[in-house]
């Protein structure tokens, strides 16, 4: 599959997740006012379009995968309603539009994340094994239960209420990214890996893919934050750009990305879809 031919397809799988979403978040009460104000008001949708290629390169079904691409997206848009909180990152927009604390009051957004939180594990609870057996689905849904806790995205948000940039180094801000924002992403890679199919011996390398695309995807977040104006708190936010410089960081993130496509071609996974959502991480000026 040509370049063309993969974005199209990307683009045919988000439109598929925005129509899911969607549907889930149909109501007309105030609380789905906010739900779909955090959900449906823009986003790249890259968690449920590594799922869904996963799923695909190793045979499976869209239908089938669509539930968990979905669940993987609200996970994250819960995420980023309380990241925005004045009692953790305290931003006032998102996507160009004011956060949800600021539209809906701050009880209403955090309500709306708890609501998005439990929906996600609804959806997944009633999501279809398909033709895998009930096994697969209990490995896939854990996978993204264990990115989303303690181990994982929670543990990278305890990091970072925490961080100190005066004590940062190297090892203890990779760490920070891998859990808040990479374990997540690599849970989608694995879940959806799981659920088309993937033998056992290739999940390695997909949660290697996965790991690295994860790493590669914050570190261009960071490049894109570095410079911004953060209402007075420059400096106090955990970021590459801050610590490694421009130049380190990007370094870092070619070196990241690289890695996620060595992991491709040693699992044998001839995925243009997932070649391309690597390599579109390390198009930055």
């Given at each position: ?8 397809s ?31 008001a ?10 869904l ?62 609501g ?6 609804e ?32 543990a ?15 090892a203890?801000?990779?760490e ?9 992403i690599?849970?989608?890679?694995r ?16 949660e ?10 914050q ?48 699992a ?16 930055i000026?």
């Open positions: 599959m040509d370049s063309a031919s993969a974005t199209a990307l683009l045919e799988m988000k439109a598929a997740v925005e129509a899911g979403l969607d549907r889930l978040l149909e109501g007309e009460s105030r609380l789905n006012e906010a739900l779909r104000y955090a959900v449906l823009g986003g790249k949708r890259f968690r449920p379009l590594l799922l290629s996963a799923g695909e390169a190793f045979g499976g079904d869209r239908t089938t995968l669509l539930p968990y691409a979905c669940a993987v997206e609200l996970i994250h848009s819960y995420s980023l309603v309380h990241d925005d909180l004045p009692c953790m990152d305290d931003d006032a927009f998102r996507r160009g539009k004011p956060s949800c604390h600021r539209a809906f009051g701050e009880a209403g957004a955090l309500l709306a994340g708890d998005l939180l439990t929906l996600a594990f959806v997944l609870a009633g999501a279809p094994a398909g033709v895998a057996s009930a096994g697969r689905k209990d490995r896939a849904v854990q996978a993204i239960a264990e990115a989303a806790g303690i181990r994982g995205m929670i990278g948000q305890w990091m970072d209420i925490a961080y100190d940039p005066g004590r940062a180094d190297e203890s801000l990779l920070l990214m891998v859990l808040k924002t990479g374990a997540l690599q849970a989608s890679v879940a959806g890996a799981i659920m088309g199919g993937a033998p056992d011996s290739s999940l390695p390398e997909v290697g893919y996965g790991r690295a695309v994860g790493l590669a995807f570190l261009r977040d960071d490049l894109l934050d570095a410079g911004k104006k953060l209402e007075g708190k420059e400096g106090t936010r955990p970021n590459a750009a801050a610590l490694f410089g421009r130049d380190g960081t990007k370094t870092r993130l070619r070196r990241a990305v690289g890695r996620a496509l060595e992991a491709l071609d040693a044998g996974v001839r995925s243009a879809g997932l070649r391309a959502l690597a390599a579109g991480l390390g198009e000026d």
